[in-house]
């Protein structure tokens, strides 16, 4: 009697441990969907204020394109973008599935590698501005353009509708 009050005491303690251990793997996946989610949905929002960012730049350089054919001389200026989103979440991105991180990085690189050529044809008023003569209007126009497409093919990788192309 006494063996099978201490072998049912033991199943007890196991399967109290089995239970727990499950109760606590569900909280961690929970946790982690959210933190999961929370990442996508600032990413989203940060990829779709780039795209509407550089659909505006790529409007206002056809804009000055147009304004130079009737002789004026703009200038736009254009401001370093700030990725905080991105920045921040760089070392999370392997939360997100393969092909999600992929496209976020692949997103982002080429912006920023889009961005940089436009620097080049532009000259610094600040440490975060530059100023781009109407010259090189219709060259950074196409330029930040082409960092549209990786920004949609995110942006709908992370499960969102794409946005326009210009």
Not at 59 to 69: H, V
């Amino acid at each position: 009697m006494e063996i099978l009050s201490i072998v049912g005491g033991f199943v007890g303690v196991i399967l109290t441990l089995i239970f727990n251990a499950r109760l606590a793997r569900r909280q961690q996946e929970r946790q982690w969907n959210e933190e999961r989610e929370a990442l996508r949905m600032g990413l989203i929002i940060e990829l779709q204020n780039l795209a509407a960012t550089l659909e505006a730049a790529v409007k206002t350089f056809g804009e000055g394109i147009e304004a130079r054919k009737k002789g004026e001389h703009p200038e736009v200026l254009w401001p370093l973008s700030k990725n905080p989103v991105y920045l921040a979440s760089i070392p999370r991105l392997g939360w997100l599935t393969q092909r999600e991180a992929l496209a976020v990085f692949e997103a982002y690189e080429n912006f920023l590698t889009q961005e940089r050529k436009t620097s080049w044809l532009s000259e610094r008023v600040d440490e975060r501005t530059y100023r781009i003569p109407a010259a090189h209007f219709s060259l950074c126009r196409d330029t930040l353009s082409g960092a549209l497409p990786a920004i949609n093919d995110a942006l709908e990788e992370l499960g969102r509708i794409k946005t326009k192309r210009p």
